[in-house]
């Protein structure tokens, strides 16, 4: 009988070898292994800690959020219709007063959280209320950039569409307008977009082109929101 070790044998040899292999090495160098170890647990103990910290601080921020907002829907004395005896207060900018720091609060002590985005829109509410159109405007771009599958960015975009309706702006806010209206499923609906659109033709000067647009909101869009202030544009464009 052949004493050369068979290919089973040799496979088993090789496996205990590279097992004692292993061993050693662990021997050797289990202060380092045990580093290591401890090192990945604590990078799990701080992640579900931090997770957990900015849970705490999301809630604490949206419940800040909440204060701010019932102020913000307010009534005032701005307000027509509103009946003396159900009006908060006495202006939309005592309101604002009182918005304010609560929603810059948020953002400042908060940042990070959907609670201070959220509270940037409204800031940037108040400032174009105010006329500060500048701020407005970098509130607005910056929600969209951090958050453009959100909810509210069709709704954020489509105030910057608003806040660029300038004759300077026009050529620029036409072309854009142009490619977003031509895309599937635009962020901001069609015929809002057709209505800024046929605003910012209407700058230019070039009626025929503001009618063809508010025309696309009639035939395409028939109950439109938009359809009685197209209505009344289209009488005079």
Known sequence: MSDRPTRKEMKRNKFVEDVGTAYDYASRNRRNILLSIAAVVLLVVVFYGVAAYRSGQEHKAQQQLAEAIAVMDATSGSMPGVPEAEVEYKSEEEKFSKAQPLLQGIVDEYSG????????????????????????RSKLETFVRRHPGHLLAGAAQLSLYELRLQPQEAPA?????????????????????????????????????????????????????????????????
């Open 173 to 237: 806010l036409i072309s854009e307008l142009e490619k977003k209206i031509a895309e599937g499923e635009p962020s901001v609906p069609k015929d809002a977009l057709l209505s800024i659109l046929g605003r910012a033709w209407e700058l230019q000067g070039d009626r025929a082109k503001a009618r063809e647009a508010y025309e696309r909101i009639v035939t395409e869009f028939p109950d439109s929101s938009y359809a009685l202030d197209v209505q009344r544009r289209l009488a005079t464009v």
């Open 113 to 136: 959280t959907y609670a201070a985005d959220l509270a940037d829109l409204y800031l940037a509410n108040i400032a174009a209320a105010r006329g500060d159109m500048d701020s407005a």
